[in-house]
């Protein structure tokens, strides 16, 4: 079993920065591909970020609005996911998870997902 748990969400101003961690426990496995989802009420959960460690190198990938200001990072020796976000605005606020899983073709959908967090707050003030 994996447990996930987000920290660092908040209450920032447009242009501002906010970096999210999240702290993995349990049977956590190296190649497993880790990523951030967000959601706002009424609208489905939203793929964010993942990064995913095949034994060699890592790959990222990014929601296109999300390139040039998120940053996806992992440390394997912590266990823990990153969330670097800069410039932020005021339609990224939402509720963002963490969420791991083995890699099964697909790294934006969150059904692909076996473990997810509880969820840390963003919220961007313009």
């Known amino acids: 079993q994996v447990q996930l748990a987000e920290s660092g969400g908040g209450l920032v101003q447009a242009g501002g920065s906010l970096s999210l961690s999240c702290a993995a426990s349990g049977r956590i496995i190296s190649t497993y591909v880790m990523g951030w989802f967000r959601h706002t009420p009424g609208k489905e959960r939203e793929f964010v970020a993942a990064?995913?460690?095949?034994?060699?190198?890592?790959?990222?990938y990014y929601k296109d609005s999300a390139k040039g200001r998120f940053t996806i990072s992992r440390d394997n020796a912590k266990n823990t996911l990153y969330l670097q976000m800069n410039s932020l605005k005021p339609e990224d606020t939402a509720v963002y998870y963490c969420a791991a899983g083995v890699y099964n073709g697909n790294y934006y959908n969150a059904d692909k997902y076996s473990y997810w967090g509880q969820g840390t707050q963003v919220t961007v003030s313009s």
């Open positions: 990064i995913h460690w095949n034994g060699i190198d890592s790959s990222t």
